[in-house]
C-alpha cells in the first residue's frame, strides 16, 4: 500500500514536470515564430522597400525555422497529433492496442537516443569547426537543434511509456 502511494506521487511528479516543460516548449515555439516572422518583415521591408537588403536575415531566418520545428515536434508528440496511420490500429482489441503502443513507444524511444547519440556527435565532432557564412557564429549551434528536439521527443514518450505501463491513458 505504501509503496503504491510513492509510485503515485512518483507519477504524478513526472506528470506536473511534463507540464511545466510543455509550457516552456510551447512558450519556445512562440518565440521562434515570431522572431521568424519579425525576421521574415526585416527582411522584406529591407530589400523591397528600401533596396537595401540585409544579408544575415535570410540565414537567421533558417535557424528560427529549424528550431520552431524541432521545438514544436515534442507538443506534436504530447498531444499525439503527429501523422499516423491509424486504420489497422483501430481495429485492434484494447490489449493489443496496449501492446502494440508499447512496442511502438519503445522503438520511438530506440530511435531518439541513436538520434541524439548521432547529432551529439555530428555537432561536436564534425561541425564545430565550421562557422556560418554570414553570422559566423559556430555551426553547431543550429545543429543542436536536432538533439534539442530528439530530447523533448524521448521525454514525453517516456512520459507516455510510463502512463501506458501504469494504465493510465485509455488506448
Partial sequence: ???????????IWINKLEKKILRVEEFLVRLFLISLLIDLFLQVFFRYFLKMPIIWT???GRYFLVYLAMSGVGIAVKRNVHFSLSF??????????RHVSIIITLLSMFFCIVLI?????LSVETVSLQSSPTLKFPM???YAAIPFGAILILFHLSVYLINILKRRYFI
Fill in 1 to 11: 500500500m505504501i509503496e503504491e502511494t510513492i509510485m503515485e506521487e512518483k507519477d
Fill in 58 to 60: 535570410e540565414e537567421i
Fill in 88 to 97: 489497422l490500429f483501430d481495429s485492434m482489441g484494447i490489449k493489443l492496442k
Fill in 117 to 121: 547519440y548521432a547529432s551529439f556527435k
Fill in 140 to 142: 553547431s549551434i543550429p
